[in-house]
Protein backbone atom coordinates (compact mmCIF):
# COMPACT_ATOMS: atom_id res chain seq x y z
CA UNK A 1 0.00 0.00 0.00
CA UNK A 2 1.08 3.48 -0.90
CA UNK A 3 2.11 5.21 2.29
CA UNK A 4 1.12 8.37 1.23
CA UNK A 5 -2.95 7.08 1.40
CA UNK A 6 -2.33 5.36 4.33
CA UNK A 7 -1.43 8.79 5.63
CA UNK A 8 -4.27 9.98 3.60
CA UNK A 9 -6.80 7.76 5.63
CA UNK A 10 -5.71 8.72 8.53
CA UNK A 11 -5.53 12.21 8.33
CA UNK A 12 -9.40 11.69 6.86
CA UNK A 13 -10.15 10.16 9.84
CA UNK A 14 -8.92 12.74 11.99
CA UNK A 15 -11.01 15.28 10.28
CA UNK A 16 -13.92 13.26 10.27
CA UNK A 17 -13.30 13.18 14.32
CA UNK A 18 -12.66 16.55 14.81
CA UNK A 19 -15.09 18.05 12.83
CA UNK A 20 -18.57 19.24 14.00
CA UNK A 21 -20.87 17.41 11.01
CA UNK A 22 -23.88 15.63 10.42
CA UNK A 23 -23.73 12.19 10.79
CA UNK A 24 -24.38 11.77 7.06
CA UNK A 25 -21.48 13.79 6.59
CA UNK A 26 -18.98 11.82 8.98
CA UNK A 27 -15.99 9.12 7.60
CA UNK A 28 -16.85 6.18 9.53
CA UNK A 29 -14.09 6.21 11.94
CA UNK A 30 -12.62 2.81 12.36
CA UNK A 31 -8.90 1.92 14.34
CA UNK A 32 -6.33 1.43 11.32
CA UNK A 33 -3.39 -0.55 11.79
CA UNK A 34 -0.11 -0.31 9.32
CA UNK A 35 0.30 -3.98 10.05
CA UNK A 36 -3.02 -5.12 8.22
CA UNK A 37 -3.67 -4.02 4.87
CA UNK A 38 -7.12 -5.64 5.24
CA UNK A 39 -8.32 -3.44 7.72
CA UNK A 40 -7.54 -0.50 5.24
CA UNK A 41 -9.46 -2.45 2.74
CA UNK A 42 -12.34 -2.46 5.13
CA UNK A 43 -11.54 1.40 5.73
CA UNK A 44 -11.46 2.27 2.20
CA UNK A 45 -14.78 0.02 1.84
CA UNK A 46 -15.99 1.98 4.70
CA UNK A 47 -15.09 5.60 3.15
CA UNK A 48 -16.97 4.17 0.31
CA UNK A 49 -20.57 3.05 1.57
CA UNK A 50 -20.39 6.78 3.17
CA UNK A 51 -19.58 8.30 -0.22
CA UNK A 52 -22.49 6.56 -1.68
CA UNK A 53 -24.63 7.10 1.09
CA UNK A 54 -24.38 10.94 1.31
CA UNK A 55 -24.31 11.17 -2.57
CA UNK A 56 -27.05 9.19 -3.09
CA UNK A 57 -25.14 7.19 -5.71
CA UNK A 58 -26.71 3.89 -7.24
CA UNK A 59 -25.05 1.24 -9.46
CA UNK A 60 -26.49 -0.53 -11.83
CA UNK A 61 -24.56 -3.75 -11.64
CA UNK A 62 -22.48 -5.69 -9.21
CA UNK A 63 -19.73 -4.88 -12.31
CA UNK A 64 -20.19 -1.03 -12.45
CA UNK A 65 -19.98 -0.96 -8.66
CA UNK A 66 -17.19 -2.70 -8.47
CA UNK A 67 -15.34 -0.60 -11.42
CA UNK A 68 -16.61 2.75 -9.03
CA UNK A 69 -14.79 1.51 -6.45
CA UNK A 70 -11.51 1.21 -8.19
CA UNK A 71 -11.96 4.91 -9.55
CA UNK A 72 -12.69 6.39 -5.85
CA UNK A 73 -9.71 4.42 -4.85
CA UNK A 74 -7.59 6.02 -7.14
CA UNK A 75 -9.27 9.34 -6.55
CA UNK A 76 -8.32 9.07 -2.57
CA UNK A 77 -4.99 8.38 -3.73
CA UNK A 78 -5.45 11.86 -5.71
CA UNK A 79 -6.31 13.37 -2.65
CA UNK A 80 -3.63 12.26 -0.41
CA UNK A 81 -1.39 13.63 -3.19
CA UNK A 82 -3.02 16.59 -3.25
CA UNK A 83 -2.80 17.33 0.19
CA UNK A 84 0.64 16.94 0.75
CA UNK A 85 0.80 19.82 -2.34
CA UNK A 86 -1.44 21.85 -1.07
CA UNK A 87 -1.44 21.46 2.90
CA UNK A 88 -3.26 24.72 3.94
CA UNK A 89 -6.50 23.71 2.03
CA UNK A 90 -8.09 20.23 3.78
CA UNK A 91 -8.59 17.75 0.74
CA UNK A 92 -11.14 15.02 0.94
CA UNK A 93 -13.94 12.90 -0.51
CA UNK A 94 -16.72 14.67 -2.77
CA UNK A 95 -19.01 13.89 -4.74
CA UNK A 96 -16.67 13.62 -7.96
CA UNK A 97 -15.05 10.59 -6.64
CA UNK A 98 -16.34 7.78 -8.66
CA UNK A 99 -15.13 9.74 -11.44
CA UNK A 100 -13.01 9.15 -13.88
CA UNK A 101 -10.53 12.52 -14.82
CA UNK A 102 -12.46 12.56 -18.30
CA UNK A 103 -15.79 12.39 -16.43
CA UNK A 104 -14.62 14.94 -14.07
CA UNK A 105 -14.04 17.21 -17.26
CA UNK A 106 -17.38 17.22 -18.05
CA UNK A 107 -18.11 19.87 -14.58
CA UNK A 108 -15.61 21.84 -16.20
CA UNK A 109 -15.66 23.80 -19.51
CA UNK A 110 -13.75 26.39 -20.03
CA UNK A 111 -12.24 26.71 -23.78
CA UNK A 112 -8.19 26.70 -23.21
CA UNK A 113 -6.11 28.23 -25.69
CA UNK A 114 -2.56 28.61 -25.55
CA UNK A 115 -2.90 32.52 -25.76
CA UNK A 116 -5.46 34.41 -23.92
CA UNK A 117 -6.96 37.26 -26.43
CA UNK A 118 -10.69 39.12 -25.93
CA UNK A 119 -13.02 40.09 -28.71
CA UNK A 120 -12.20 43.69 -30.16
CA UNK A 121 -15.40 45.18 -28.06
CA UNK A 122 -13.55 44.26 -24.73
CA UNK A 123 -11.73 46.90 -23.52
CA UNK A 124 -8.82 47.27 -21.39
CA UNK A 125 -10.32 48.57 -17.55
CA UNK A 126 -8.76 51.68 -16.75
CA UNK A 127 -6.18 51.42 -13.87
CA UNK A 128 -7.96 52.37 -10.80
CA UNK A 129 -6.51 53.66 -7.64
CA UNK A 130 -5.86 51.25 -4.71
CA UNK A 131 -4.58 53.33 -1.50
CA UNK A 132 -7.72 52.92 0.22
CA UNK A 133 -9.26 49.09 -0.47
CA UNK A 134 -10.65 47.39 2.06
CA UNK A 135 -8.87 45.43 3.68
CA UNK A 136 -11.52 42.52 3.81
CA UNK A 137 -14.53 42.20 1.32
CA UNK A 138 -17.29 40.21 0.17
CA UNK A 139 -20.35 41.24 -2.03
CA UNK A 140 -22.21 37.98 -0.98
CA UNK A 141 -22.69 41.02 1.82
CA UNK A 142 -23.90 43.14 0.20
CA UNK A 143 -26.31 41.48 -1.54
CA UNK A 144 -24.91 41.09 -5.20
CA UNK A 145 -24.70 37.68 -5.29
CA UNK A 146 -27.29 35.21 -5.93
CA UNK A 147 -27.41 31.20 -4.34
CA UNK A 148 -24.64 28.84 -5.60
CA UNK A 149 -26.20 26.95 -8.78
CA UNK A 150 -25.42 23.78 -10.27
CA UNK A 151 -23.92 23.01 -13.87
CA UNK A 152 -24.39 19.21 -13.61
CA UNK A 153 -22.56 17.27 -16.11
CA UNK A 154 -22.53 19.75 -18.65
CA UNK A 155 -18.86 21.75 -19.38
CA UNK A 156 -20.92 24.86 -18.98
CA UNK A 157 -19.20 26.56 -16.08
CA UNK A 158 -18.90 29.64 -18.95
CA UNK A 159 -22.60 30.59 -18.95
CA UNK A 160 -22.59 30.34 -14.55
CA UNK A 161 -19.09 32.85 -14.61
CA UNK A 162 -20.98 34.64 -16.63
CA UNK A 163 -24.22 35.23 -15.34
CA UNK A 164 -23.01 35.81 -12.17
CA UNK A 165 -20.45 38.46 -12.87
CA UNK A 166 -23.81 39.90 -14.67
CA UNK A 167 -25.90 39.67 -12.24
CA UNK A 168 -23.70 41.52 -9.65
CA UNK A 169 -23.65 44.22 -12.63
CA UNK A 170 -27.13 44.89 -12.94
CA UNK A 171 -27.68 44.64 -9.09
CA UNK A 172 -25.00 48.01 -8.81
CA UNK A 173 -26.91 49.24 -12.33
CA UNK A 174 -30.83 48.79 -10.63
CA UNK A 175 -30.31 47.77 -7.28
CA UNK A 176 -32.33 44.59 -7.90
CA UNK A 177 -30.54 40.50 -7.84
CA UNK A 178 -31.88 38.52 -10.64
CA UNK A 179 -31.00 35.09 -11.17
CA UNK A 180 -30.12 35.04 -15.00
CA UNK A 181 -30.28 32.45 -17.34
CA UNK A 182 -27.33 30.03 -17.91
CA UNK A 183 -29.31 27.81 -20.46
CA UNK A 184 -29.89 31.10 -22.63
CA UNK A 185 -26.56 31.22 -23.23
CA UNK A 186 -26.20 27.51 -23.70
CA UNK A 187 -28.83 27.13 -26.07
CA UNK A 188 -28.43 30.73 -28.01
CA UNK A 189 -24.94 31.57 -27.91
CA UNK A 190 -22.44 30.59 -31.12
CA UNK A 191 -19.99 33.71 -30.60
CA UNK A 192 -16.64 32.52 -31.83
CA UNK A 193 -13.19 33.77 -30.49
CA UNK A 194 -11.96 36.46 -32.74
CA UNK A 195 -8.40 35.29 -32.38
CA UNK A 196 -8.91 31.48 -33.07
CA UNK A 197 -11.05 30.13 -36.00
CA UNK A 198 -13.51 27.23 -34.70
CA UNK A 199 -13.20 27.90 -31.69
CA UNK A 200 -17.11 29.49 -30.48
CA UNK A 201 -19.21 29.02 -27.35
CA UNK A 202 -20.79 25.62 -27.92
CA UNK A 203 -22.67 24.86 -24.93
CA UNK A 204 -22.26 22.17 -22.91
CA UNK A 205 -19.02 21.52 -24.77
CA UNK A 206 -17.42 24.36 -23.56
CA UNK A 207 -16.97 28.31 -23.82
CA UNK A 208 -15.34 31.46 -23.18
CA UNK A 209 -17.15 34.55 -20.62
CA UNK A 210 -15.75 36.91 -22.93
CA UNK A 211 -17.06 35.93 -26.13
CA UNK A 212 -20.65 35.36 -23.77
CA UNK A 213 -20.20 39.05 -22.64
CA UNK A 214 -19.89 39.61 -26.44
CA UNK A 215 -23.58 37.60 -27.47
CA UNK A 216 -24.86 39.28 -24.84
CA UNK A 217 -24.26 42.39 -25.72
CA UNK A 218 -25.22 41.98 -29.51
CA UNK A 219 -28.83 39.76 -28.40
CA UNK A 220 -29.76 42.99 -26.25
CA UNK A 221 -29.41 40.86 -22.95
CA UNK A 222 -30.34 38.02 -20.83
CA UNK A 223 -33.82 36.54 -19.75
CA UNK A 224 -34.56 35.72 -15.76
CA UNK A 225 -33.39 31.65 -14.92
CA UNK A 226 -36.88 31.13 -14.12
CA UNK A 227 -38.23 32.32 -17.64
CA UNK A 228 -35.76 30.08 -19.04
CA UNK A 229 -34.71 27.57 -16.30
CA UNK A 230 -31.49 25.59 -16.72
CA UNK A 231 -31.29 21.35 -18.16
CA UNK A 232 -27.80 20.88 -17.97
CA UNK A 233 -28.43 19.79 -22.05
CA UNK A 234 -27.62 21.35 -25.21
CA UNK A 235 -30.00 19.34 -27.33
CA UNK A 236 -32.75 22.31 -27.07
CA UNK A 237 -33.55 25.23 -29.44
CA UNK A 238 -33.06 28.93 -28.49
CA UNK A 239 -36.05 30.20 -26.92
CA UNK A 240 -35.05 33.70 -26.34
CA UNK A 241 -37.27 35.69 -25.90
CA UNK A 242 -36.09 39.59 -26.10
CA UNK A 243 -39.44 40.99 -24.36
CA UNK A 244 -38.19 39.41 -20.92
CA UNK A 245 -34.56 40.74 -20.83
CA UNK A 246 -33.91 41.59 -17.34
CA UNK A 247 -30.48 42.54 -17.33
CA UNK A 248 -27.89 43.79 -20.72
CA UNK A 249 -24.36 44.46 -21.11
CA UNK A 250 -23.31 47.93 -21.19
CA UNK A 251 -19.61 47.03 -21.78
CA UNK A 252 -17.10 45.05 -20.43
CA UNK A 253 -13.40 45.24 -20.11
CA UNK A 254 -10.20 43.01 -19.57
CA UNK A 255 -8.29 43.45 -16.27
CA UNK A 256 -4.74 43.65 -16.09
CA UNK A 257 -2.49 40.76 -14.26
CA UNK A 258 -1.78 42.80 -11.34
CA UNK A 259 -3.99 41.06 -7.84
CA UNK A 260 -4.48 45.41 -6.39
CA UNK A 261 -6.40 46.38 -9.80
CA UNK A 262 -8.12 42.85 -9.39
CA UNK A 263 -9.21 43.50 -6.11
CA UNK A 264 -10.48 47.25 -6.97
CA UNK A 265 -12.29 46.51 -10.37
CA UNK A 266 -13.73 43.81 -7.71
CA UNK A 267 -14.86 46.55 -5.13
CA UNK A 268 -15.63 48.80 -7.27
CA UNK A 269 -17.15 47.27 -10.64
CA UNK A 270 -19.06 43.66 -8.94
CA UNK A 271 -17.97 40.39 -9.12
CA UNK A 272 -15.76 39.46 -11.72
CA UNK A 273 -15.54 36.76 -14.33
CA UNK A 274 -12.63 34.68 -13.88
CA UNK A 275 -10.70 31.35 -15.26
CA UNK A 276 -8.86 29.09 -12.80
CA UNK A 277 -7.01 25.89 -13.54
CA UNK A 278 -9.29 23.47 -11.64
CA UNK A 279 -7.24 20.71 -10.92
CA UNK A 280 -7.17 20.60 -7.18
CA UNK A 281 -11.02 21.43 -6.71
CA UNK A 282 -12.04 17.67 -7.55
CA UNK A 283 -10.73 17.10 -3.76
CA UNK A 284 -11.57 20.19 -2.59
CA UNK A 285 -13.19 20.58 1.01
CA UNK A 286 -12.37 23.51 2.65
CA UNK A 287 -9.64 25.59 3.47
CA UNK A 288 -7.18 27.96 2.01
CA UNK A 289 -6.01 26.34 -1.38
CA UNK A 290 -2.05 27.44 -2.11
CA UNK A 291 -0.70 24.47 -3.89
CA UNK A 292 3.54 24.26 -4.19
CA UNK A 293 2.55 23.73 -7.92
CA UNK A 294 -0.70 24.22 -10.29
CA UNK A 295 -0.75 24.17 -13.47
CA UNK A 296 -1.81 27.81 -15.51
CA UNK A 297 -3.42 26.24 -17.69
CA UNK A 298 -7.19 27.53 -17.68
CA UNK A 299 -9.95 24.97 -17.53
CA UNK A 300 -12.62 26.55 -15.29
CA UNK A 301 -14.75 29.61 -15.76
CA UNK A 302 -15.65 30.98 -11.66
CA UNK A 303 -17.07 34.35 -10.41
CA UNK A 304 -14.44 35.94 -7.97
CA UNK A 305 -16.81 37.65 -5.55
CA UNK A 306 -14.41 38.68 -2.14
CA UNK A 307 -11.36 38.45 -1.05
CA UNK A 308 -9.84 37.93 2.29
CA UNK A 309 -6.70 39.69 4.80
CA UNK A 310 -6.14 36.43 6.35
CA UNK A 311 -7.41 32.42 6.00
CA UNK A 312 -6.36 30.36 9.05
CA UNK A 313 -4.79 27.19 7.81
CA UNK A 314 -4.40 24.46 10.44
CA UNK A 315 -2.10 22.79 8.25
CA UNK A 316 1.44 25.43 8.31
CA UNK A 317 -0.53 27.20 11.09
CA UNK A 318 -0.33 30.53 8.92
CA UNK A 319 -2.21 33.06 8.42
CA UNK A 320 -3.25 33.48 4.48
CA UNK A 321 -4.52 36.19 1.96
CA UNK A 322 -6.92 34.69 -0.36
CA UNK A 323 -9.63 35.64 -3.15
CA UNK A 324 -13.13 33.89 -2.25
CA UNK A 325 -14.30 32.49 -5.53
CA UNK A 326 -18.24 30.82 -5.85
CA UNK A 327 -18.43 27.77 -7.76
CA UNK A 328 -20.93 26.42 -9.60
CA UNK A 329 -21.22 22.53 -8.60
CA UNK A 330 -23.97 23.09 -5.93
CA UNK A 331 -23.50 23.72 -2.41
CA UNK A 332 -22.64 20.56 -1.37
CA UNK A 333 -19.01 21.40 -2.49
CA UNK A 334 -16.12 22.94 -0.91
CA UNK A 335 -17.28 25.85 1.63
CA UNK A 336 -20.97 25.84 0.86
CA UNK A 337 -20.22 25.97 -2.69
CA UNK A 338 -17.38 28.42 -2.51
CA UNK A 339 -13.44 28.57 -2.79
CA UNK A 340 -10.79 30.07 -1.44
CA UNK A 341 -7.28 30.30 -3.09
CA UNK A 342 -4.32 32.15 -2.15
CA UNK A 343 -3.25 35.57 -3.78
CA UNK A 344 -0.15 36.71 -4.55
CA UNK A 345 1.53 34.44 -6.89
CA UNK A 346 -1.07 34.05 -9.76
CA UNK A 347 -2.27 30.44 -8.27
CA UNK A 348 -3.40 28.09 -10.79
CA UNK A 349 -3.63 30.55 -13.44
CA UNK A 350 -6.59 32.86 -11.33
CA UNK A 351 -5.41 36.46 -12.19
CA UNK A 352 -5.02 35.42 -15.95
CA UNK A 353 -8.45 35.81 -17.47
CA UNK A 354 -10.36 38.33 -15.09
CA UNK A 355 -13.62 40.21 -16.73
CA UNK A 356 -15.53 43.27 -15.21
CA UNK A 357 -18.74 44.04 -16.80
CA UNK A 358 -20.95 46.67 -16.74
CA UNK A 359 -25.01 46.43 -16.77
CA UNK A 360 -27.29 48.56 -18.36
CA UNK A 361 -30.10 50.55 -16.27
CA UNK A 362 -33.45 48.79 -17.37
CA UNK A 363 -36.37 50.92 -15.86
Known amino acids: MDPRLFFFILFSLFIASTCDESNNDMIIRQVVSDENNNKVMNTLESHFDAFKHKFQKLYASKEEHDYRFSVFKANMQRASRNQILDPSAVHGVTQFFDMTPREFRKHLGLRSRVKVKFPSDASKAPILPTDNLPEDFDWRDHGAVTPVKNQG ?211
Open 153 to 363: SCGSCWSFSTTGALEGANFLATGKLESLSEQQLVDCDHECDPEEQGSCDAGCNGGLMNSAFEYTLKAGGLMKEKDYPYTATDHGTCKFDKSKVVASVSNFSVVSLDEDQIAANLVKHGPLAVAINAAYMQTYIGGVSCPFVCSKRLDHGVLLVGYGAAGYSPIRMKEKPYWIIKNSWGESWGEKGYYKICKGRNVCGVDSMVSTVAAVHHH
